[in-house]
């Protein structure tokens, strides 16, 4: 997987305008394949549309929503919201499966998360934290961005 920064509108060879993009919600089809050129990019939140089976088990991708998807115009960015790459729990090897499953379907240049953390010690915040400003965290935000770009 791809991650990258962005290079400053106008400069560098074959350079291209970054254009405008939408989170996507099945609300907002309408728009994106209403007039033509309105929307470049469609960012998909892949964890929104996963299926829980039973707890313990595995979340599972409904494939439909990816066919949909790439359907769909405009080029393709998947957003991770559930493995956080500032520290807690390393991401979920299932999960990051999953992710990897959308970025190829997408042909996603890029996968974006947030450097930030959401659990420790076995509790959820439910919203994203700061990760700490030390070494020791850099090298565990490190371990955890290899783990989504493996």
């Known amino acids: 997987m791809a991650m ?9 060879p074959g350079h291209r305008r970054p254009g405008v993009g ?3 919600t099945r609300a907002l089809d ?3 394949v209403g007039p033509a050129g309105l929307v470049d990019w469609v960012e998909f939140e892949p964890q929104t549309t996963w299926l829980m089976a039973a707890p313990g ?6 494939h439909a929503v990816l066919d949909h998807l790439q359907r769909l115009p405009g080029r393709k960015l998947v957003h991770s919201v559930a493995a956080p790459v500032g520290g ?3 991401p979920d090897a299932r999960q990051l499966a999953l992710l990897r499953e959308a970025v190829r379907a997408l042909d996603a240049p890029y996968l974006s998360e947030h450097l930030s953390f959401n659990a420790a010690h076995g509790v959820c915040t439910g919203f994203f934290l700061p990760p700490r400003q030390t070494g020791a965290q850099v090298r565990v935000v490190a371990d955890h961005i290899r783990r989504l770009q493996d």
């Open 22 to 24: 939408l989170s996507w």
């Open 88 to 90: 807690g729990p390393r």
């Open 57 to 62: 088990e595995p979340p599972r991708a409904p």
């Open 4 to 12: 990258g920064a962005a290079m400053p509108a106008g400069r560098g």
């Open 30 to 32: 309408g728009l994106l």
